[in-house]
């Protein structure tokens, strides 16, 4: 009879730990460090139901009290969820990689749509106003949609109490401490999401400060145009001042990039997000250019204007479609340094 007993109280103690052990988040299961943790917990079922028995043996109901004492296995687990400082639902630790994955992801679609937009633009089956109009609309949607995924996905890992480490493989783990044990011997500045490594400085000021002004003079001569044959083409220059203002904007920007320097990181991840959406600004006006090239003036004699040839205009809009890829490819230039910046705010 004390062999049944003795069965159904090792079976009632394995049946807890097997619930506990499904209650327990997959990245403590993957460490394996859920084994201790388990083997401890036993160790105190086995003492707890000891002292509840009146025999100081373990019996079937003092085993129960024991269990109903240390809790729901739900209950355990969720102390090891709590493994983060919280931070509006997603956890200070796994933040930084959430707004790496945001950015990516919000990359990738905008650079699609800007695909589909100058693919659009090339076949002329859709006018001007309507490729606009899909360009937002599929913007929209596609950040939106994005971001309610991945936002769900990050509050769920945060609720599981993963980190970002927990992603990382064990070699690739030791190698982080070591480098930031190094770094730290040697006084260096170590950012919360870097490898360690000496900080590299992420701008050259006399650089940004160059091209600012270079920008700035063109800006100047496009928006004020001393030219004056080109004041007879109106629509053309529309756009031409059109264009000065937006490099004079983005000549002020790179030239305050410049006069900072490799200090303030955050304020320089602001200032490229303003130039994501000055860059994207030319986008429409460079659209309208290609598809009117009719306006295009070019001179056969001075104050003559004879404009491009009919046969030429395939390759005119060709020139002008790699420009908008140039400018494409540059704004998701800008997306990327403003999550590598990330690493530098410590």
């Not at 990516?104 to 089956?125: D, E, K, N, P, R």
């Not at 003079?217 to 496009?222: L, P, S």
Request: net charge neutral.
């Amino acid at each position: 009879m004390n062999e049944i007993r003795n069965v159904n109280v090792q079976n009632m103690i394995k049946s807890y730990l097997k619930d506990v052990k499904k209650a327990l988040p997959d990245w403590l299961k993957e460490k394996k460090e859920h084994k201790e943790i388990l083997a401890d917990l036993e160790e105190h079922l086995w003492q707890k139901a000891s002292e509840l028995s009146s025999n100081d043996e373990p019996t079937e109901e003092s085993v129960r009290l024991a269990i109903e004492h240390m809790g729901k296995p739900e209950t355990i687990a969720k102390e090891y969820k709590r493994r983060g400082e919280p931070k509006v639902y997603i956890t200070k630790e796994m933040w930084p990689l959430y707004l790496k994955v945001l950015s990516i992801v919000f990359a990738v679609i905008v650079g699609l749509q800007l695909f589909g937009l100058i693919t659009s633009a090339l076949t002329g089956l859709v006018n001007f106003w309507d490729m606009i109009g899909g360009l937002v609309v599929g913007i929209q949607s596609g950040l939106l949609f994005s971001f309610t995924i991945v936002t769900i996905i990050f509050v769920v890992l945060s609720m599981e109490g993963y980190f970002p480490e927990d992603f990382k493989s064990k070699k690739d783990q030791k190698k982080h401490r070591e480098l930031v044990e190094q770094a730290a011997e040697e006084g260096l500045p170590i950012s919360s999401t870097s490898t360690g490594k000496i900080m590299k400085p992420f701008i050259k000021p006399i650089g940004e400060m160059i091209g600012g002004v270079l920008a700035l003079f063109f800006g100047v001569i496009f928006l004020f145009q001393p030219f004056p044959a080109v004041i007879f083409f109106p629509e053309f220059l529309i756009l031409l001042r059109g264009f000065g203002l937006i490099w004079i904007i983005e000549g002020c920007l790179d030239i305050s990039r410049g006069i900072i320097g490799n200090r303030r990181p955050e304020k320089h991840q602001i200032i490229h997000g303003f130039l994501i959406v000055v860059k994207l600004a030319t986008i429409p006006l460079l659209v309208i250019l290609m598809n009117r090239p009719e306006i295009f003036p070019l001179f056969s004699e001075a104050w003559v204007h004879v404009g491009i040839p009919v046969e030429f205009y395939d390759e005119y809009r060709g020139i002008v479609a790699i420009v908008i890829a140039i400018v494409c490819l540059t704004t998701i230039e800008d997306i990327y340094r403003i999550v590598k910046l990330q690493k530098y705010k410590y």
